[in-house]
């Protein structure tokens, strides 16, 4: 069982940046971290993934805009939001892929892109 705590959240004016931490109970067993996004009325989607390499990838909305990272020990992951735009307007969920199989979810972080 892995647990993950997701901060960094909020209201932002468009063009702004956030910067969204998560962090892990565990490394072990776990491949790949990343971020996802749910807006209102849409499905979850991914916004960008990491795993050893590094190996990682990004949505082609936010390609050149966020940047995805970790720290060494791969107990934390964050997620830098540049010139963020109103579509960019989601819940953001950490999860922690293992290689046993289960992918693990955090509660959420709201980011509101508003003028």
């Known amino acids: 069982q892995v647990q993950l705590v997701e901060s960094g959240g909020g209201l932002v004016q468009p063009g702004g940046s956030l910067r969204l931490s998560c962090a892990a109970s565990?490394?072990?067993?776990?491949?790949?971290m990343g971020w996802y996004r749910q807006a209102p009325g849409s499905q979850r989607e991914l916004v960008a993934t990491?795993?050893?390499?590094?190996?990682?990838n990004y949505a082609n909305s936010v390609k050149g805009r966020f940047n995805i990272s970790r720290n060494r020990a791969r107990t934390a992951v964050y997620l830098q939001m540049n010139d963020l735009k109103p579509e960019d307007t989601a819940i953001y969920y950490c999860?922690?892929?293992?290689?046993?199989?289960?992918?693990?979810w955090g509660q959420g972080t709201q980011v509101t892109v508003s003028s």
């Open positions: 999860s922690a892929h293992s290689r046993l199989g289960p992918t693990y």
């Open positions: 565990t490394s072990n067993n776990i491949a790949a």
């Open positions: 990491i795993r050893d390499g590094p190996n990682i």
